[in-house]
């Protein structure tokens, strides 16, 4: 079966998954995650699992991004509704990442934003590298709150569980991704060293999941999960509450910022469902509040 993205496979069943950009818009060869984009995923992820496969890498064909972000004005465009239901299939076809029951890791060569870095925290890992001397650093994290919405796809869930939960929220809720330099420690499983090729990046990727099977008990970790590996849990109500507070205080009141520690309340006390779904109804309900009409207009105009 034919699908719209490349799929490489190694002679021990690793399959490396290119994310590339629509053929419609191709933006400079940016990719952007768009209706195109997530329904590739989906025909990607349903053909990975029916020919089975030992394990995942998640790559992006850009040379200028891993992935740029959402669409924002695609999802603008929509209606309520529509946006519910456009979040929805976003985060099935992510979901089905961690349902091949694989270990999965994303290869980070380049900025990796908002949704972007969603669809990577979907992998159990994370493999990443710093620019060589004199190029450009790029951004890794979540900025919807600069715009005065939120993370729709769970990152509210999943970088907490990644690294400091308290500069994980304070992040989040400020709109502030990092410098790839200046990552905090826990998001990357490995980084390498500035200048290496994403084909180095691949390897260490494919390292990695080879490791994990040689890990005792390796299977019963990674099969059968619908939610990312790591993600908000109740077994974390401790700590994430300890956080929550920490964080609270630290960041100013504003709708983005009350919706971001929201969902993380609701992924400790309730789950990764009931917490997405907080994020979904938070994001369509932002939007149209004054802060995000504004921002959203100007960075519009701009695109």
């Known amino acids: 079966?034919?699908?719209?993205?490349?799929?490489?496979?190694?002679?021990?069943?690793?399959?490396?998954?290119?994310?590339?950009?629509?053929?419609?818009?191709?933006?400079?060869?940016?990719?952007v995650l768009d209706a195109w984009l997530i329904s590739a995923i989906s025909a990607a992820c349903a053909q990975i699992a029916l020919d089975g496969c030992t394990g995942l890498v998640l790559a992006s064909a850009s040379t200028r991004v891993f992935v740029a972000g959402a669409d924002?004005?695609?999802?603008?465009?929509?209606?309520?509704?529509?946006?519910?239901?456009?979040?929805?299939?976003?985060?099935?076809?992510?979901?089905?990442?961690?349902?091949l029951g694989v270990p999965s890791v994303a290869v980070i060569h380049k900025a990796a934003l908002g949704g972007g870095l969603e669809l990577a925290m979907h992998c159990d890992a994370l493999v990443g590298t710093l620019p060589a001397e004199g190029e450009k650093p790029w951004m890794v994290g979540l900025p919807e709150c600069g715009?005065?919405?939120?993370?729709?796809?769970?990152?509210?869930?999943?970088?907490?569980?990644?690294?400091?939960?308290?500069?994980?929220?304070?992040?989040?809720?400020?709109g502030a991704p990092w410098k790839c330099a200046d990552v905090p420690a826990g998001l990357f499983a490995c980084v390498l060293p500035a200048?290496?090729?994403?084909?180095?990046?691949?390897?260490?990727a494919k390292r990695w999941i080879r490791a994990q099977h040689a890990a005792p008990?390796?299977?019963?970790?990674f099969a059968g999960k619908q939610a990312p590996r790591q993600a908000i849990s109740p077994r974390d109500a401790a700590r994430m509450e300890a956080a929550l507070a920490s964080a609270r205080a630290a960041v100013p009141a504003s709708p983005h910022a009350d919706a971001c520690f929201d969902c993380v309340h609701v992924g400790y006390t309730r789950g990764w469902d009931e917490a997405v779904a907080a994020e979904r109804a938070h994001l369509v309900r932002l939007r149209h509040t004054p802060e995000a009409r504004a921002k959203l207009t100007a960075f519009l105009s701009k695109s």
């Open 72 to 99: 924002l004005a695609e999802i603008d465009a929509l209606d309520d509704a529509a946006l519910h239901n456009y979040l929805q299939r976003g985060g099935a076809a992510f979901a089905a990442i961690p349902a």
């Open 147 to 174: 715009l005065c919405i939120c993370p729709g796809w769970g990152g509210t869930q999943m970088l907490p569980a990644r690294m400091d939960p308290k500069a994980a929220m304070v992040a989040t809720a400020n």
């Open 1 to 31: 079966m034919p699908t719209p993205l490349r799929i490489d496979r190694d002679s021990d069943g690793i399959v490396t998954l290119w994310l590339e950009p629509n053929p419609a818009k191709p933006r400079g060869g940016v990719v």
């Open 195 to 204: 200048g290496s090729t994403q084909a180095q990046m691949i390897d260490e």
């Open 217 to 221: 008990s390796a299977t019963p970790q």
